[in-house]
């Protein structure tokens, strides 16, 4: 298993717990504010970023080339972002089996016991002592390991360089 399947398999399972242990969990396909509200675009390692371009590429009729004019009109956007690969109309990712590793834990992982970000996961946080959950601190050394991150349309390029 490779390093990033390895953390992906590791933060579902966190996912499967937290979900199957508290009814209504609110992250959800439509959900989408955590989604078009990002301090900045997504920021990926060189993983992660092959399986995002192999899901554009995969993408039907001009979908892909529209994503990639996202992502390069992505640069530089100053915070609340929308992500470059959120469906606007449906609410959901358009590479979500191949999503970054941050999203899949967004909601789920906590620094120090502090979940911040979303108001709805915060006041689960503050109303429910019984939470179990993920490290961000651990997770962020995981996925540093892998190598270094970078934006999404810095990998674009990169790989249109090369050709
Ligand atoms: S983190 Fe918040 S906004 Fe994002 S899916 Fe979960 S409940 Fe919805
Ligand atoms: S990559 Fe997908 S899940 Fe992550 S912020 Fe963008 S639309 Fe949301």
Known sequence: MSGLVEIQEDVR??????????????????????CRRLAAAPRVT????????????????????EARQRIRGA??????????????????CLVYAARPVACRAYGFYAE?????????????????GDVVWGNHAGLEERLGRLGPAAELWVW????????
Do not use: F, Y
């Not at 399972?13 to 439509?30: M, Q």
């Not at 956007?77 to 690969?85: D, I, M, N, S, Y």
């Not at 502090?114 to 109303?127: D, F, H, K, P, Y």
């Not at 674009?156 to 050709?163: F, T």
């Open 13 to 34: 399972l966190r996912v499967e717990e937290i979900c199957g242990a508290h009814g209504n969990w609110p992250c959800r396909k439509g959900c989408d504010e955590c």
């Open 46 to 65: 060189e993983a992660e970023w092959t399986a995002i371009a192999g899901a554009i590429e995969a993408m039907p009729g001009d979908a892909a080339e």
């Open 75 to 92: 640069a530089g956007l100053e915070r609340p972002v929308v992500c470059p690969l959120l469906d606007g109309e449906s609410g959901s």
């Open 112 to 128: 120090r016991h502090e979940v911040l970000g979303c108001g709805r996961i915060e006041a689960i946080s503050r109303e429910q």
């Open 156 to 163: 674009l390029e990169a790989g249109e360089r090369r050709g």
